[in-house]
C-alpha cells in the first residue's frame, strides 16, 4: 500500500508563484513513476506532469512547459511541483499520483494508469 499527502496549495495572484509537495509512503519507488493532475470545473481531470522516480526523466504537459518544474527527493521520498508564472488558466484542484509499476510513455496522461492518489489541493491564480 501507498500513502500520498499532499501539502501546498492555495490563493495567488496572477504571475505569482506556488510549491506543492507530495510526501510518498508504505514502499520504495525505484521503478515507479509519479505525476501531478488536476481538474478544473467542468473540465477533465489532466496531466500536469510527472517523473521517473529512477533517473528522473520528466513530462510535462505543453500548457505548462517552461513555468512548472516537477522534481524529486530521494532520500524524502517526496517530490514536487514548482509553479511559476501561474495565469488564471492554471486554478484548479491539483492530485498528485503514482503508479510504482512501469508506465509506457504513451500511458503517462491517462488517470486510470495510476494506482495511488493524494487527497488532493485546491489552487486558485486569482487577483
Known amino acids: 500500500q501507498v500513502q500520498l499527502v499532499e501539502s501546498g496549495g492555495g490563493l495567488v495572484q496572477p504571475g505569482g508563484s506556488l510549491r506543492l509537495s507530495c510526501a510518498a509512503s508504505?514502499?520504495?519507488?525505484?521503478?515507479?513513476?509519479m505525476g501531478w493532475f488536476r481538474q478544473a470545473p467542468g473540465k477533465e481531470r489532466e496531466l500536469v506532469a510527472a517523473?521517473?522516480?529512477?533517473?528522473?526523466?520528466?513530462y510535462y504537459a505543453d500548457s505548462v512547459k517552461g513555468r512548472f518544474t516537477i522534481s524529486r527527493d530521494n532520500a524524502k521520498n517526496t517530490f514536487y511541483l514548482q509553479m511559476n508564472s501561474l495565469e488564471p488558466e492554471d486554478t484548479a484542484v491539483y492530485s498528485c499520483?503514482?503508479?510504482?509499476?512501469?508506465?509506457?510513455?504513451?500511458?503517462?496522461?491517462?488517470?486510470?494508469?495510476?494506482?495511488?492518489w493524494g487527497q488532493g489541493t485546491q489552487v486558485t491564480v486569482s487577483s
Open positions: 499520483a503514482a503508479q510504482p509499476k512501469y508506465i509506457l510513455a504513451v500511458n503517462l496522461v491517462n488517470p486510470s494508469t495510476y494506482d495511488y
Open positions: 517523473i521517473r522516480w529512477s533517473g528522473g526523466t520528466t
Open positions: 508504505g514502499r520504495t519507488f525505484s521503478s515507479s513513476t
